[in-house]
């Protein structure tokens, strides 16, 4: 499995971008599907995730009613679409799957994922 994340850039304080992962899989809906972000100078962090099939999604709570994430299976896409941008979001995100069946307590954690992107940049400025 591999992983191409893509779409990250400069915006300014509030703007808006979209992230995409593109998975090299058979069947996009086998797997779950998270975006993490890692800031300079410190851990990598959960951001989003969405379920095998997509109907559930989970948020951290400082993206949750900015971000969203969705999938789309026919085309191997999962998205993350960022609005109101702050440079508290400037990171390096990373995609990354499991065909794992996840519960809440475990979705989060990265240490349970197989398959990692390479990462897109993101910066905010004020």
């Known amino acids: 499995v591999q992983l191409q994340a893509f779409g990250g850039g400069l915006v300014q304080l509030g703007g808006s971008l979209r992230l995409a992962c593109a998975a090299s899989?058979?069947?996009?809906?086998?797997?779950?599907v998270s975006w993490f972000r890692q800031a300079p100078g410190k851990e990598r962090e959960f951001v989003a995730a969405t379920w095998r099939r997509g109907s559930t999604t989970n948020y951290r709570s400082s993206v949750q009613g900015r971000f969203t994430i969705s999938r789309d299976n026919a085309k191997n896409t999962v998205y993350l679409q960022m609005n109101n941008l702050k440079p508290e979001d400037t990171a390096i995100y990373y995609c990354?799957?499991?065909?794992?069946?996840?519960?809440?307590?475990?979705?989060?954690?990265?240490?349970?994922?197989?398959?990692w992107g390479q990462g897109t940049l993101v910066t905010v400025s004020s």
């Open positions: 899989v058979r069947t996009l809906s086998n797997y779950a």
């Open positions: 990354a799957t499991s065909a794992d069946r996840f519960i809440l307590s475990t979705i989060r954690d990265g240490n349970k994922y197989d398959y």
